[in-house]
């Protein structure tokens, strides 16, 4: 095993964070990482905006769901979604170019570049000794967020990633099993199989919130996953996407 995947395999998120600054060559490290990431046609479709102002890094935090590490942390990604560049692209080639730009593919192209960019810097940070969280709840109020950071139409800010020297490092949670994830040839459709692989994964997880919180917690990761979809969440998400001009056709 190389020092590349165990940096991979020894992933988990941090949620406490020293409150002591990245430098300006790690940032631009980790900046420079998310755009060595593949992109569909080598059209780069995302920008990352470093929030360093701290009254801005705190209304983020209250939007997000009065998460203390997106405030206090040694730098704040926003990764977003970006489609603008394409238009401004367009019009200094004379070329009508919205009905590609308003199609659920190119939707898709911006969704999974955005993606694997922020994969990069997030292993690229883990490289450099930092700790990572993803935080989907930067889309709890997008529109504050939208205005907050002065983004165009066709801009799409879709998670942050706060960075910094781990304060605490957490247990690292089980990932589904193996034979559950990987198919050879064909997608596994037996229920049956199905069920026998999830209820020994609901026995892990369970043992491990067990051990972690000393008997306070036994969750099940199926228990976990319904309770979080009976719930609804973020259900204007629809129509913001049309309302910025994206997945309209």
């Known amino acids: ?45 995302y920008s990352i905006i470093g929030i360093t102002d701290p009254d801005k890094k705190r209304r983020l935090a209250e939007l997000a769901g009065n998460q203390s590490y997106v405030e206090k942390n040694g730098h704040f990604f926003v990764f977003c979604g970006d489609l603008h560049r394409l238009e401004i692209a367009g019009s200094m080639e004379n070329k009508e170019v919205m009905d590609s730009l308003e199609s659920t593919e190119k939707f898709m192209v911006m969704l999974i570049d955005t993606a694997l960019a922020a994969q990069n810097a997030a292993i690229a940070a883990e490289s450099l000794g930092l700790g990572i969280c993803y935080i989907g709840g930067v889309r ?3 529109d504050e967020v939208c205005e907050l950071l002065n ?6 800010p879709l998670f942050g990633m706060a960075v910094g020297y781990p304060e605490q490092l957490t247990d690292k949670k089980p990932r589904l099993p193996l034979a559950h994830i990987y198919h050879e040839n064909e997608y596994e459709q037996d229920e049956e199989v199905y069920k026998q692989q999830l209820g020994e ?27 979080m979809l009976s719930g609804k969440s973020r259900m204007y998400m629809h129509e913001f996407i049309k309302k910025h001009g994206l997945n309209l056709k």
């Open 151 to 156: 983004t165009p139409k066709r801009v799409i």
């Open 201 to 227: 994964y609901n026995k892990e997880i369970s043992r491990y919130y067990n051990e972690r919180t000393k008997g306070k917690r036994d969750d099940t990761w199926t228990g976990q996953m319904i309770g």
């Open 1 to 45: 095993m190389n020092q590349i995947i165990e940096t991979l395999l020894a992933h988990r998120s941090i949620r406490r964070l020293q409150d002591k600054p990245l430098t300006k060559e790690q940032i631009e490290l980790i900046v420079a990482s998310a755009q060595a990431a593949s992109t569909s046609s080598y059209i780069q479709a």
């Open 140 to 142: 709890n109020h997008l």
